[in-house]
Nanobody, 115 residues
Framework: VQLQASGGGLAQAGGSLSLSCAASGSTFTIHKMGWYRQAPGNRRDMVADISRTGVTNYADSVKGRFTISRDNTKNTVYLQMNSLKPEDTAVYYC??????????WGQGTQVTVSS
């Protein structure tokens, strides 16, 4: 599966940004799609994911601020990020968890939140 991410950029604290990630290839093999993020010097952590049936999962740090959604007809997942905080600054990576147990990754996209 190939993943093409878009969106992100620069926002002020309290602002909003959105990300999208389009999957192509063997998309029927995708179970979950979502986002991880990695700040400099930190590990890559899960932000949010959504299953093919719409079950969502969020990191505690983004609950109530971020919303993940998915359009299965377009094989695209979206992340709406509201009430952004400087600690949300990171490179965000789209991922697709496949039914066979492997994970594919998209290229990272930078999100920077200024205080």
């Amino acid at each position: 599966v190939q993943l093409q991410a878009s969106g992100g950029g620069l926002a002020q604290a309290g602002g909003s940004l959105s990300l999208s990630c389009a999957a192509s290839g063997s998309t029927f093999t995708i179970h979950k799609m979502g986002w991880y993020r990695q700040a400099p010097g930190n590990r890559r952590d899960m932000v949010a994911d959504i299953s093919r049936t719409g079950v969502t999962n969020y990191a505690d740090s983004v609950k109530g601020r971020f919303t993940i959604s998915r359009d299965n007809t377009k094989n695209t997942v979206y992340l709406q990020m509201n009430s952004l905080k400087p600690e949300d600054t990171a490179v965000y990576y789209c991922h697709a968890a496949l039914y066979r147990g492997t994970t594919d990754w998209g290229q990272g996209t930078q999100v920077t939140v200024s205080s």
